[in-house]
């Protein structure tokens, strides 16, 4: 039997280093419009939703045509968002892109959805490797240990794996990808009235609480240049990226 598999991108518009990001514009179109539009290219536009905790960001989604649901803004992170929306929603799987990865390449959506059509297991999540100093040391990079099956092992801001000589041959050095599936029953661990695991709350990397809570999560290699917006001036960098594309 076909499972139900929908598309999620949790949209808050109180984060600390940069406050209503979803609405900031990136050459004419709101960030959270590019991250629909790339979503909705290969997707069933009637299975992607956009959870949101703020009424200007439901307006603006509307405008353009997306769907939106409501959900509390004391969901801690956006995995947390998504198992809210999916209360409601009820998809078997849950496909989660972030809100702020504007320029996402959508074969990589295409990978994930090619796995699922066989995967039964608790989460997916994607990785492309590491092969510069400045990506391994940066610790707003999560990076990925992988075992010989391509399972989660650890992930961590801090650079990983890293010989005794601190110097890294960038050989298996990965970088988490931020695009998740997650099962109906993994997301049981998430949601507004759920806290940070231990480990999660030190590395500030949500995934990690499936990882403390025994679940096994399977990793996907793929190839990425994605540039995540985390603060204003990455705005200037996907803006150059979107015009070397056109």
Known sequence: MKKSVGLIIPARSASSRFPNKPLALISGKTMIQ???E???RDFNHSDVWIATDCKKIYSEIERFGGQAIMTPSSCLTGTDRIAEANKILNFEYVINIQGDEPILEPWI???VLDV???FDGDALNCMSSINNANDFNNNNIPKVVVN???E???MSRSPIPLGKENNPTFDNVFRQVCIYAFSKDALKYYGC?????PIENIEDIEILRLLENKCKIKMIEVE???VAVDLPEDIIKVESLLKQKN
């Open 38 to 40: 790339n979503a909705s």
């Open 148 to 150: 010989s099956e391509y």
């Open 152 to 154: 989660l092992i650890y």
């Open 34 to 36: 590019r991250v629909w």
């Open 193 to 197: 009235n759920s806290v940070k695991s």
């Open 109 to 111: 959506l295409k990978q």
């Open 224 to 226: 990425s240049n994605s």
């Open 116 to 118: 699922l059509k066989t």
